[in-house]
């Protein structure tokens, strides 16, 4: 592949959160080539990052030829290895990192939809808030993004989905509304036999999620993923919840005042020397989900560990 010699320095713009399918190999490479390109000659801007299936890196690096040793590849396996929240955490990290000024870097960004974004409606559904809300997490930086979905794994309803969380379609959604619109759908009721606690001491909280499989290690993230939140929705209403088996051990807490952000959980608290961290960013870190629904009296937060 030519690249064209660097055009001069632009003034960083707004984040450039684009979208494009493909159902083959060529089509893949067809979209791919010019987006690294452009990274490629893009004044002030460091090396691009290609993030996708190891076999579309294959083909990656076959079309670029001397120029794929200039480009960032990362097999997607090795990048989105935990919640949505942790591949917010890990992008953050990498233009903090190492992007030019104003967070100007491009990312080529394939999801894992034979992993753990395509292995549940519900993983699903984690991935496309993480799309809409990126809109509004990276909208200060010039970081621009290609999100590149393949219908033979993805599938025509998630991609349609997907479309509403990027603003170069016509059918962009909102970031709160298409959020809130995933967050209208009720969880399902507390088991029968959920274990009540009337104050979620972490000490109490390890100890149930031992008894229930979890290794040690594991149970002391969980209880303190419980006792973070729960500091951070005090006052509390009522006692916590606990049920599951490891991994999939699970705390619902009840707040007596709404959350009211739907980025509650994805900013990272400023840096203040303190372990591990406070409220929903720490146990959106460590639990594979945090579902959060508001109503007129208070909240209810669900913390799953796996």
Same mark, same amino acid.
């Given at each position: 592949?030519?690249?064209?010699?660097?055009?001069e320095?632009?003034?960083?713009?707004?984040?450039?959160?684009?979208m494009?399918?493909?159902?083959?190999?060529?089509?893949?490479?067809?979209?791919?080539?010019?987006?690294?390109?452009?990274?490629?000659?893009?004044?002030?801007?460091?090396?691009?990052?290609?993030?996708?299936?190891?076999?579309? %890196?294959?083909?990656?690096r076959?079309?670029?030829?001397?120029?794929?040793?200039? &480009?960032?590849?990362?097999?997607?396996?090795?990048?989105?290895?935990?919640?949505?929240?942790?591949?917010?955490?890990?992008?953050?990290?990498?233009?903090?990192?190492?992007?030019?000024?104003?967070?100007?870097?491009?990312?080529?960004?394939?999801p &894992?939809?034979s992993?753990?974004a395509?292995?549940?409606?519900?993983?699903?559904?984690?991935?496309?808030?993480?799309?809409?809300?990126?809109?509004?997490?990276f909208?200060?930086?010039?970081t621009?993004?290609?999100?590149?979905?393949?219908t033979r794994?993805?599938?025509?309803?998630?991609?349609?989905?997907?479309?509403?969380?990027?603003?170069?379609?016509?059918v962009?959604?909102?970031?709160?509304?298409?959020?809130?619109?995933?967050?209208?759908?009720?969880?399902?009721?507390?088991?029968?036999?959920?274990?009540?606690l009337a104050?979620?001491?972490?000490?109490?909280?390890?100890a149930?999620?031992?008894a229930?499989?979890?290794?040690?290690?594991?149970?002391?993230l969980?209880?303190?993923?419980v006792?973070?939140?729960?500091?951070?929705?005090?006052? %509390?209403?009522?006692?916590?919840?606990?049920?599951?088996?490891?991994?999939?051990? &699970?705390?619902?807490?009840?707040?007596?005042?709404?959350?009211?952000?739907?980025l509650?959980?994805?900013?990272?608290?400023?840096?203040?020397?303190?372990?591990?961290g406070?409220?929903?960013?720490?146990?959106?870190?460590?639990?594979?989900? &945090?579902?959060?629904?508001?109503?007129?009296?208070?909240?209810t937060?669900?913390l799953?560990?796996?």
């Amino acid at each position: 592949m030519k690249i064209r010699q660097p055009a001069e320095p632009a003034e960083p713009a707004a984040f450039d959160h684009r979208m494009t399918v493909f159902d083959s190999d060529d089509d893949f490479v067809a979209a791919a080539l010019p987006f690294l390109g452009e990274g490629l000659t893009a004044a002030g801007e460091p090396p691009p990052v290609a993030i996708c299936d190891p076999r579309n %890196l294959d083909l990656l690096r076959d079309a670029l030829g001397r120029d794929a040793k200039d &480009v960032v590849c990362v097999p997607h396996t090795d990048w989105y290895t935990g919640s949505a929240a942790n591949a917010i955490a890990r992008a953050a990290a990498h233009v903090t990192g190492h992007a030019g000024p104003g967070g100007r870097i491009h990312f080529l960004m394939e999801p &894992v939809w034979s992993g753990r974004a395509g292995r549940s409606a519900r993983e699903t559904t984690e991935w496309i808030r993480y799309e809409a809300l990126a809109n509004l997490l990276f909208a200060p930086l010039a970081t621009t993004v290609l999100c590149a979905y393949d219908t033979r794994t993805a599938g025509p309803a998630v991609v349609a989905t997907a479309r509403r969380a990027h603003p170069g379609t016509d059918v962009y959604e909102e970031p709160t509304r298409l959020t809130a619109e995933l967050d209208a759908v009720p969880l399902p009721l507390p088991p029968a036999d959920a274990q009540p606690l009337a104050e979620p001491h972490s000490t109490a909280v390890r100890a149930w999620a031992e008894a229930r499989g979890l290794p040690a290690a594991d149970a002391e993230l969980f209880a303190t993923a419980v006792t973070e939140t729960a500091a951070a929705l005090a006052p %509390l209403d009522g006692t916590a919840l606990l049920w599951g088996e490891a991994p999939a051990c &699970v705390c619902e807490l009840r707040s007596a005042r709404p959350v009211g952000d739907p980025l509650a959980g994805f900013v990272p608290p400023p840096a203040t020397g303190q372990e591990p961290g406070p409220g929903l960013w720490y146990a959106r870190q460590v639990c594979a989900y &945090v579902d959060i629904r508001d109503d007129a009296e208070g909240a209810t937060v669900r913390l799953q560990y796996a």
